[in-house]
């Protein structure tokens, strides 16, 4: 409860930025077997509102087994710069994903780097509003990226994408970075090379973006969470509980390698989660009261539901209330499984099985 508190202290210390800048923007993406989706991404960006002189946009095929290749091709036109690179051999011991990134990082020829996936929709005001939050002390900025879907599955998506902007959002504002999505996240390529990339996270799966944060952060970047709807990039929620699940449990894996101080941090939650779980199988034992019980679960979910109100005003969200509640009443028992299964053994991504 104290954690969601020290979130709340620092998404209300967020602060827009003075002034318009334009400065040269390489929009990267890496592509691995996106030909039904990369199209749509594709026409997204050749709205974008923001100088064509401006900004290029680099596309790095991760050994595609599809028709993606030729999907990116069919767009050349439409953008002022454009490049694409092709992925065909991983160096051993290096994940996959960030071996491209770094290679189109590379290859790029913008001061600063903003990174989305293949299957995101950013609005045509994402490059500007991106852009426009990199003054001369800024090095990293981090963007909201909703998920929407529908049903069951969509609700509980779109609710995990607010609350994973909270901790963003929030642990920013505390000036202690702790995760930000990859589908929206903007940093300096000078500041990428000096602190030498991925350093030793280049082997995980996961974790471009939440370890890249952090190493900025530790580096002692200066990094804005940039709350601007113009800079929503919306993506398409998992279709099934159990493509949910596998997402998660990927980006989860990436916590094991987190700074000493966010492993504990994240500790601290995974055992009061636990702790949810035996109050109600000590209150079933009559060791607690129900009064006890439900004083205890309704502080929670009030102090939670302040916290992801404050949020969902700066977000500009929408119907997050019965979700949450939801939300807070299963995931004690969700979350106490699913984090030790993403602690271990591997992962499977886009038809590959990787180390965690």
């Not at 780097?113 to 003054?135: E, K």
Request: aromatic share 8%; glycine share 8%; charged share 20%.
């Amino acid at each position: 409860m104290t954690a969601v508190i020290w979130l709340l202290i620092g998404l209300f210390r967020h602060k827009p930025p003075s002034g318009k800048r334009q400065p040269m923007v390489s929009v990267l993406i890496a592509a691995r077997n996106e030909e039904g989706v990369i199209g749509k991404c594709l026409t997204a960006l050749s709205k974008q509102d923001y100088p064509p002189e401006r900004w290029e946009l680099i596309v790095v095929d991760d050994d595609s087994e599809d028709a993606t290749r030729a999907e990116v091709r069919r767009f050349r036109e439409k953008f002022h710069k454009m490049k694409m690179l092709s992925i065909e051999d991983t160096p051993r011991g290096v994940a996959p994903k960030k071996h491209a990134l770094s290679m189109g990082i590379r290859a790029a020829s913008g001061a600063i780097i903003l990174t989305t996936d293949a299957d995101c929709l950013p609005p045509s005001g994402w490059i500007t509003s991106m852009a426009n939050q990199f003054d001369s002390d800024t090095d990293a900025v981090a963007g909201f990226s909703p998920l929407k879907g529908n049903g069951l599955v969509g609700a509980i998506a779109a609710l995990d994408a607010l609350i994973n902007a909270v901790v963003s959002a929030g642990s920013i504002g505390q000036r202690r970075p702790a995760t930000v999505a990859g589908r929206n996240f903007a940093f300096r390529r000078s500041v990428f090379l000096e602190i030498g990339g991925y350093g030793e996270n280049i082997e995980g799966a996961s974790g471009d973006d939440d370890l890249l944060l952090q190493r900025i952060g530790n580096h002692g970047g200066k990094v804005r969470f940039n709350p601007d709807v113009a800079a929503h990039v919306l993506s398409s929620a998992p279709l099934s509980i159990d493509a949910w699940w596998r997402m998660k449990r990927r980006h989860i894996s990436a916590g094991k390698r987190y700074e000493p101080v966010l492993v504990a941090f994240s500790s601290m939650l995974y055992l009061f989660q636990i702790g949810l779980i035996l109050s109600v199988i000590l209150t079933l034992a009559g060791m607690v009261t129900p009064q006890q019980l439900l004083l205890m679960w309704g502080v929670k979910i009030l102090v939670d539901g302040v916290t992801v109100a404050k949020a969902a005003s700066i977000l500009k969200v929408r119907r997050w209330l019965f979700p949450l509640i939801v939300a807070e009443l299963i995931s004690p028992l969700v979350f106490s499984l699913l984090i030790p299964t993403a602690m271990i053994g591997k992962v499977r991504w886009k038809g590959r099985e990787l180390d965690s």
